[in-house]
Each structure stands twice: as C-alpha cells, then as structure tokens.
C-alpha cells in the first residue's frame, strides 16, 4: 500500500475478512488517493480463486475511486512491484480492453497482476468465471483470466502482452516462498520475456 501510494497511485485496499486495521484505516483519513474497503466474505470459503473474483467484484460497486475511473489494476497484496510505472506504462492512454501474460500452451495466465478495463471484467472476465470456475476441477482464476481473453478474441478482440515483466518483490503465498527480484533476475526475465512477445506478435 506505502510503496504505490509513494510512487503518486491512487490506492483501493479490500479485506475480505471484515477485520479493520487503524493503521490502514488512519492512513485514509490522511490520504484522498487512499481506500479501505472491508467486508465478510461469502465465496472464499469456496476456494482461493473464488474469494478473489469475489474481492474485485465487492470493490468495483462499493469503491468510490474506481467509479471515477475507467481501468481496473488488481496486484496481489503480498507483492511490491519495483518497476511498476514501466508496467502500466500503456494503460496510460486507456487504449486496450485487457493486458496479459499468457503461458504458451494459451491454459492459464499471470494473475498476480490484473489489467483491464472494468468493461472487460464485466463482460468477460466475470461471466467466465460465473460459468467456469471449479477449483474441485482444477480450474482456477488463471485459467478463467485466459478463458475470458480467448473468449474476447474470438469476438474480435486484440491480443496484447505486458510492456515489461513485473519485478516482484514479497512472499509467495501458495508456495510461502520470499520473491525477489535482483539487477539479474530482472535482466533474465526481461530478456525472455522480449522474445515471448516478439512470437506472440509474429505468430501466423
């Protein structure tokens, strides 16, 4: 929350749990460009994926900053992401309905971060995993992302990759693993990532 607030970003922090931070609640009191939704969820107990939808959805008709704005940018909250203006570079023009990071095989997607128009949630992403989602069935919220693009191409959509790899910074909650990204690592995943656009791009 401090970092993106740092960096000038305008903030929406849920918690599905219905447990009030002061800290976090005072930092609204302090900060225009800051949102501190609670609520009690009733999908999380259904599985990860399902709470998550399920905090998007709560924010988008209860926050009063995404109402007065066009894009919707989900980061999972135990991430930093260092090199973020590189990131959301794009969607400064708000000229593309979704960006995403596909895997190659086109089954599931990167959804530690989520860019795309509140039109693309409602009209795709969401209805997808309304029909979809079944983690009994192994199919989760990276899958449902990727379903939900595959869909909107179909119907005449556009494909198009993150600008630059994110460069994570946190704890990796499935697998409780610290993430982090040095000079390297960057490099590393930047490089590849250059060469997985260029293919997408160029793809017959």
Not at 19 to 41: A, C, D, P, V, W
Not at 118 to 123: A, I, T, V
């Given at each position: 929350?401090?970092?993106?607030?740092?960096?000038?970003?305008?903030?929406?922090?849920?918690?599905?749990?219905?447990?009030?931070?002061?800290?976090?609640?005072?930092?609204?009191?302090?900060?225009?460009?800051?949102?501190y939704?609670?609520?009690?969820?009733?999908?999380?107990?259904?599985?990860?994926?399902k709470?998550?939808?399920?905090?998007?959805?709560?924010?988008l008709?209860?926050?009063?900053?995404?109402?007065?704005?066009?894009?919707?940018?989900?980061?999972?909250?135990?991430?930093?992401?260092?090199n973020?203006?590189?990131?959301?570079?794009?969607?400064?023009?708000?000229?593309?309905?979704?960006?995403?990071?596909?895997?190659?095989?086109?089954?599931?997607?990167?959804?530690?971060?989520?860019?795309?128009?509140?039109?693309?949630?409602?009209?795709?992403?969401?209805?997808?995993?309304?029909?979809?989602?079944?983690?009994?069935?192994?199919?989760?919220?990276?899958?449902i992302?990727?379903?939900?693009?595959?869909?909107?191409?179909?119907?005449?959509?556009?494909?198009?990759?993150?600008?630059?790899?994110?460069?994570?910074?946190?704890?990796?909650?499935?697998?409780?693993?610290?993430?982090?990204?040095?000079?390297?690592?960057?490099?590393?995943?930047?490089?590849?990532?250059?060469i997985?656009?260029?293919?997408?791009?160029?793809?017959?």
């Amino acid at each position: 929350v401090f970092f993106y607030l740092k960096q000038g970003y305008p903030v929406v922090f849920v918690e599905n749990s219905d447990f009030e931070s002061e800290r976090i609640k005072n930092l609204g009191r302090t900060n225009s460009n800051f949102e501190y939704i609670t609520f009690q969820s009733k999908e999380s107990h259904l599985g990860k994926s399902k709470g998550e939808i399920e905090i998007i959805n709560h924010a988008l008709i209860h926050s009063r900053l995404l109402s007065q704005i066009e894009y919707l940018i989900k980061i999972t909250g135990r991430y930093i992401i260092s090199n973020i203006d590189e990131v959301l570079l794009p969607t400064q023009d708000i000229s593309k309905d979704v960006y995403i990071n596909p895997t190659r095989n086109l089954r599931w997607a990167d959804t530690r971060l989520i860019m795309m128009k509140k039109s693309f949630f409602h009209n795709y992403f969401l209805p997808t995993a309304t029909k979809y989602l079944d983690e009994e069935k192994h199919i989760f919220m990276e899958n449902i992302f990727m379903r939900s693009v595959l869909h909107y191409l179909i119907e005449g959509g556009e494909l198009n990759l993150w600008p630059v790899y994110p460069a994570y910074q946190g704890i990796d909650g499935t697998h409780n693993e610290k993430v982090e990204f040095g000079f390297f690592k960057i490099w590393k995943y930047n490089l590849y990532y250059r060469i997985k656009s260029f293919i997408y791009k160029h793809r017959v």
